[in-house]
């Protein structure tokens, strides 16, 4: 008897605290979403692009050595005019298996340091951006790092997206994928190659979850922070009308 009430209280405790986080994260953004006609509360601009990705360390938890087929969506926080600086982002959809399970990898431009790779950072042009997946992922529940983008050959010097599609169109777009740990110098982990733009009305466009949607063996830290953008996230989407979880 006292096994099964402790088991209730435990069930009512995270039912409490899902309760409150729908509240009092989830709900703002669905509204923020609504009232901005159903468009994204984050990055509500973006240009999508296939290409592949290439892993060369195990802690990724997936193949390596062998490119995987990406789609990825880059995109402006505000859409600012060509000379003024703005937080860019890069997101990448990466099939897993079983089929139709998905990594979603959210990176957005950040600073280089410790203390400024956890912070979206305006960037003054797609080439100058250094990209940052703000909070580390553990590996198999160690080895907790960072996982870091950087641009290689070729990107626009400003930040509208026509920059991108014209930069597209003429050579692929390459990220050089790094990991650091918290105190540790960034090491090359991979790489990144965007070859052609697929149009797609920003509606239309891929949505993602970087908390959701993770491979086996990788999850976020801090495991509560991690919980507070799944309710962002979730309101986002209702605010958009999209029922998913």
């Not at 982990?189 to 970087?210: I, K, S």
């Not at 991690?226 to 962002?232: C, Q």
Request: glycine share 10%.
């Amino acid at each position: 008897m006292e096994q099964r009430e402790g088991t209730r209280a435990v069930e009512l405790a995270e039912q409490t605290r899902k309760t409150v986080r729908t509240v009092l994260v989830g709900l703002p953004f669905r509204i923020a979403a609504a009232v901005r006609g159903g468009a994204r509360v984050f990055h509500p601009r973006g240009l999508v692009a296939t290409g592949h990705l290439e892993l060369h360390t195990r802690w990724w938890t997936l193949p390596t050595g062998t490119p995987i087929n990406v789609v990825a969506r880059l995109s402006g926080g505000v859409g600012t005019p060509s000379r003024v600086p703005d937080v860019l982002g890069l997101a990448l959809k990466i099939p897993l298996d079983p089929v139709e399970t998905e990594w979603d990898l959210l990176l957005a431009s950040s600073g280089t340091s410790a203390a400024t790779r956890v912070l979206p950072l305006p960037a003054a042009s797609w080439g100058a951006a250094r990209y940052s997946s703000l909070m580390p992922y553990s590996s198999n529940g160690a080895d907790t790092r960072w996982v870091l983008a950087v641009p290689v050959g070729p990107h626009p010097a400003s930040t509208p997206l026509d920059a991108l599609r014209e930069s597209i169109a003429v050579a692929p777009l390459r990220f050089r994928l790094e990991l650091v740990s918290m105190t540790g110098s960034p090491v090359p982990a991979g790489q990144v190659t965007l070859t052609q733009v697929r149009e797609l009305p920003d509606d239309e466009q891929p949505t993602f979850d970087p908390v959701l949607n993770c491979p086996p063996g990788l999850a976020m830290r801090p495991a509560w922070l991690a919980g507070v953008r799944v309710g962002a996230y979730r309101g986002s989407r209702r605010g958009r009308g999209d029922p998913s979880p």
